[in-house]
């Protein structure tokens, strides 16, 4: 079974960047399906980016479309998140989350295994 752990959260400023990384362990990576969610208090987790085993097919949610781009690395194990103009709305503890199957859906029930989350904090 798949371990994640995300890394690279933090506060920054609207208009800054940060990348978010996922280390996985317990693998094989590249056997699974990759996604970034969020979820801000109050709030449900939402789908933010997903991609498929060779990373060459890419989901994003119409929010964060031309601002974030989600990549992996299956040499290094590694899923990274690289979010770009960043806006106050994007404020959310930000988890990767890996499924073998690349679902039609793009909700959280697609996706067996969580990492515990990074939090993203965008002052305005």
């Known amino acids: 079974q798949v371990q994640l752990v995300e890394s690279g959260g933090g506060l920054v400023q609207a208009g800054g960047s940060l990348r978010l990384s996922c280390g996985t362990s317990?693998?094989?990576?590249?056997?699974?399906?990759m996604g970034w969610f969020r979820q801000a208090p109050g709030m449900e987790r939402e789908f933010v980016a997903d991609i498929n085993w060779s990373g060459g097919n890419t989901r994003y949610a119409d929010s964060v479309k031309g601002r974030f781009t989600i990549s992996r690395d299956n040499a290094k194990n590694t899923l990274f998140l690289q979010m770009n103009s960043l806006k106050p709305e994007d404020t959310a503890v930000y988890y990767c989350?890996?499924?073998?199957?690349?679902?039609?859906?793009?909700?959280?029930?697609?996706?067996?295994?969580w990492g515990q989350g990074t939090q993203v904090t965008v002052s305005s």
């Open positions: 989350a890996a499924d073998t199957v690349w679902s039609m859906s793009m909700s959280p029930r697609a996706y067996e295994y």
């Open positions: 317990g693998g094989p990576f590249s056997r699974y399906i």
